[in-house]
């Protein structure tokens, strides 16, 4: 009986313990679900905010049939990121690195794609249309004392960092008009179906501190904001940014 009554013992004490491991493995599988879901929850630095600004601008071209305006029309949106410190976060930390990269563009055409260009802003927060601030797949900030957009260097606790995606040469606009102004009512002037120039620009955002972590998140816009065929300028600000799931990596 003793030794029947000790391997009914064993046995139980090798249940107990292969029970403890199966709710550790479930614990942790759920913890792991949960991360891919949810990602991370006290980001030393996080975005605050983005505001995206569309419009369009005419380029002149060469008249034809004495017209008294003759542009090429490009729609711009200017897209203003706001990185700063999470007042949650109780650890020194600084800024190292802010990366974007990944860049893809979805029209919703499926045509024209290659025609959207991505710029990024001068050392005075302008944007210059050539070939030295042309974005191609990596844009990298460093963290620095102060903000230098020229010079990739953004202030080691956070700052505003400036794009512009450019949808070009979406329309001609030939007329005698008395005046035009340079805004979206310029793709009405020429035609433009407004689903056609939809797209949606998604990109990664990896942020690096100090301490050589690095969290990525993806963010997603759907360009132009608003109904900039009569408005003539819309403006969208984004501070809700669930749908942004950063990650350690």
């Given amino acids: ?5 000790l391997k ?17 493995l479930v614990v ?3 913890i792991m679900l949960r991360y891919q879901v949810e990602g991370e929850k006290n980001l030393p630095f996080e975005i605050s905010k983005i505001i995206v ?13 004495n017209n008294r305006w003759n542009f090429n029309v490009n729609q711009n949106n200017d897209i203003y990121i706001q990185i700063q410190k999470n007042d949650q976060y109780k650890q020194n930390s600084n800024i190292k690195n802010i990366t974007f990269e990944n860049f893809n563009i979805q029209k919703n055409n499926g045509n024209g794609a290659e025609k959207i260009k991505l710029y990024r802003a ?3 927060g302008k944007i210059v249309e050539d070939d030295a601030h042309l974005v191609n797949n990596t844009l990298n900030y460093k963290g620095a004392k102060e903000n230098n ?11 505003i960092i400036l794009l512009r995606s450019v949808n070009q040469n979406v329309c001609e606009v030939r ?3 008395e005046s035009i102004i340079h805004d979206g009512t310029l793709l009405a002037k020429g035609n433009v179906n407004p689903e056609d120039l939809k797209y949606t620009l998604t990109f990664d955002i990896i942020i690096e501190t100090n301490r050589n972590i690095k969290y990525k998140g993806t963010v997603s816009l759907v360009l132009p904001t608003g109904n900039i065929e009569t408005e003539g300028k819309s403006q ?12 350690r990596i």
Avoid: P, R, W
């Avoid at 990739?152 to 956070?158: P, R, Y």
């Fill in 175 to 177: 007329n005698n008009d």
């Fill in 149 to 159: 957009l020229d010079s990739l260097e953004i202030l080691n606790q956070g700052g």
């Fill in 122 to 124: 001068n050392s005075e």
């Fill in 53 to 65: 600004v569309s419009t369009a601008e005419g380029n002149e071209i060469d008249a034809v049939d």
């Fill in 1 to 5: 009986m003793k030794i029947s009554e």
């Fill in 8 to 24: 009914n013992k064993k046995i139980i004490h090798i249940c107990i313990i292969l029970g403890i491991i199966v709710i550790i």
């Fill in 28 to 30: 942790a599988g759920i």
């Fill in 236 to 247: 969208m600000e984004k501070t809700d940014f669930s749908d942004v799931i950063f990650k």
